[in-house]
């Protein structure tokens, strides 16, 4: 079972890098500078940024449900990034890197499995999650920090 790995679109985050520092901190945000090669994961390139860039520290909901599964939390997303990264069939350095927590849901948003495993071993379970019937979509998390990394769904 082949599987496409989304990135989110810049267009929801473009219009925060105008703002200044204050106006940021009053919506719960921070502009961060990148101190090291790893550790700074943007959710639109599914890369890390690169050292000495600035990103944006941000609040997002990334399951925007009506189920009991409604989420949200911390991600950093770059400026400049022209469209959300899509990525078949392979895991990019920024998931193979770090340990993941693989969540699977059904059409009604309902998490019907979930494993945490090694990134650099996430593409069977991936591949495993999206060849089952009642698994419409999965979201992959940095298994430390719990942070949305991104989607993935059927190619």
Known sequence: MSYLLSGLEPALFQPLFDLNDAALAARGMRRVRVDAPVGFPCRI?????????????????HQ????????SGPIFVRRGQREA????GELP??????PLSVRAYDV????VDADVIDGRSAAALIERYLARDEV??????????????CRADRA
Not at 93 to 98: A, E, K, S, V
Not at 108 to 111: K, L, N, Q, T, W
Not at 139 to 149: P, V
């Open 45 to 61: 390139s599914l890369e890390d940024a690169p050292m000495g860039e600035h990103v944006l520290l941000l609040p997002f909901v």
């Open 64 to 71: 925007d449900s009506r189920s009991p599964y409604r989420a």
């Open 85 to 88: 990264r899509r990525i078949a």
């Open 93 to 98: 350095p920024y998931l193979r890197l770090r």
């Open 108 to 111: 009604a948003d309902e998490m």
């Open 136 to 149: 419409a979509y999965l979201h992959l998390h940095f298994a430390r920090r719990g942070c949305y990394a």
